[in-house]
């Protein structure tokens, strides 16, 4: 995806990309799993005599089943595909998680000082929000050297802050919280840059600082601990770049390229960093687009299904159906759960999947397909009676010893008794008893 990124500079057009090229570079995967399906429903009528015939025997069923598998025929044929796609939807995930890391190649000093410089000003955030003048004075005498001032004492009135207007009932309809329109270089080092000793103090329970405020610290402390943080500082950068541009310890480069990221992360007027949610926003477009185009595909298979292989289309009984038709409540639970640009690629891959079942209905016709695996079990089959002998000839006019080798087609009889003629064998083997292979004739 990094090499489609960088010529086009733009997320989205990257991941659709991509996907097309992961959906072309599975198609011969795809092409030898339709032919697979193809052989193993030739098993179809002796799998569904198996299934009814053992269904209150679990063991002899699998026994069956195995032996059946012997011959070729392979149940789990098809799942070499969906394994993929579900490894590669991982991949894409960790990629638009981090964005700095596999499409800009920062480096990892590079990340963490602007992880630290988003932190800082969520930090920063919280004291100079609009609600929090109480603790933004405390922490301002702490920074001058008051370190007294965190800690409830005999000092002050021994207890910890609360909000003026907490209790207040004009203030709960009026008052709106209102975070800055600007936080500069020095509001972040001195509200939010702090040691751990410091953060320590200022969270611990003995802090003055009002609960409100502490449980904010915690929060934001928590969310730079996960896959995320790479977003998260993108997010904070969106909100204050101005922030970012002052910092020292961000150099110019990196500034230049977090800018061309923020930028290149919009899609068709979509942040594809940011998660969806479950509201009236442009960005739910994405959720139901995978759950559309989800439900689609598995209804079109079904469809399929049904009409190519009518003996196996109710093969695994309700169940299997009931855990097709959740595929597409998952698509939407995970479109919900990770930023849009994971939604999207899901979607696109399922819009893809959508045309080439159709492709391959076409080209790659299920009679054809049939007649070809029909053509292969003969082959088979003739292949598992065909027995090579190698014996030692010696020439009568020239007395040498020859090495000859002879393959011959046994018919279905002969097998049968080749095999009985080699079970009295290990009989007599057994038992001590002398075998002769005439008694068999």
Not at 228 to 246: G, I, R
Not at 337 to 352: E, M
Not at 359 to 365: A, D, E, I, P, W
Not at 370 to 388: D, F, G, I, S, Y
Request: charged share 25%.
């Amino acid at each position: 995806m990094w090499p489609i990124y960088l010529l086009l500079q733009n997320f989205g057009w990257a991941i659709l990309i991509f996907t097309v090229i992961v959906k072309i570079a599975m198609l011969p995967l795809q092409i030898k799993q339709q032919k697979n399906m193809a052989f193993s429903q030739l098993f179809a009528p002796k799998v569904k005599e198996i299934q009814q015939k053992y269904r209150n025997n679990r063991d002899k069923q699998a026994e069956e089943m195995q032996k059946l598998q012997a011959q070729g025929y392979n149940p789990a044929g098809g799942c070499g595909p969906l394994i993929l796609t579900m490894v590669i939807l991982f991949g894409v995930i960790d990629v638009v998680y981090k964005p700095m890391t596999h499409m800009e190649h920062l480096s990892s000093s590079d990340i963490s000082s602007t992880i630290t410089v988003a932190q800082e000003t969520e930090y920063a955030k919280i004291f100079l929000n609009e609600y929090n003048k109480q603790d933004a004075e405390l922490i301002l005498k702490y920074k001058n050297g008051d370190k007294d001032a965190i800690f409830i004492s005999e000092s002050n009135d021994g207890t910890q802050l609360t909000h003026e207007f907490k209790d207040d009932e004009n203030f709960k309809n009026n008052y709106t919280d209102k975070d800055p329109k600007t936080i500069s270089t020095a509001d972040r080092e001195t509200y939010g840059s702090f040691s751990a000793e410091q953060y320590s103090d200022l969270t611990g329970d003995k802090s003055r600082l009002t609960a409100e405020t502490k449980n904010r610290l915690a929060a934001v402390a928590g969310k730079y601990k996960g896959m995320q943080m790479e977003l998260l500082a993108l997010q904070v950068y969106e909100q204050y770049p101005d922030t970012f541009k002052e910092s020292k310890i961000l150099s110019d480069d990196v500034k230049g390229r977090l800018a061309s990221l923020s930028h290149n992360m919009m899609f068709c007027g979509l942040n594809f960093g940011s998660t969806p949610k479950l509201a009236f926003e442009p960005l739910i477009i994405i959720p139901i687009f995978a759950f559309v185009l989800s439900l689609v595909q598995t209804v079109l298979s079904q469809y399929l299904n049904k009409k190519n292989n009518p003996e196996m289309a109710n093969a695994g009984g309700a169940g299997m159906k009931v855990m097709l038709y959740l595929m597409p409540l998952f698509s939407l639970w995970i479109s919900f759960s990770v930023p849009a640009g994971v939604g999207f690629y899901w979607g696109v891959n399922y819009a893809l999947g959508i045309v080439q079942s159709l492709v391959m209905q076409k080209l790659y016709s299920p009679e054809k397909l049939r007649a070809e695996a029909e053509e292969k079990m003969k082959e088979r089959k003739l292949k598992e009676r065909q027995v090579t002998t190698t014996a030692v000839v010696t020439d009568a006019d020239t007395g040498e010893e020859k090495t000859v080798t002879k393959t011959e087609t046994l018919s279905q009889k002969e097998i049968n008794r080749r095999k009985l003629a080699a079970a009295r064998k290990a009989d007599a083997e057994k038992y001590g008893e002398e075998y002769h292979e005439e008694d068999d004739d």
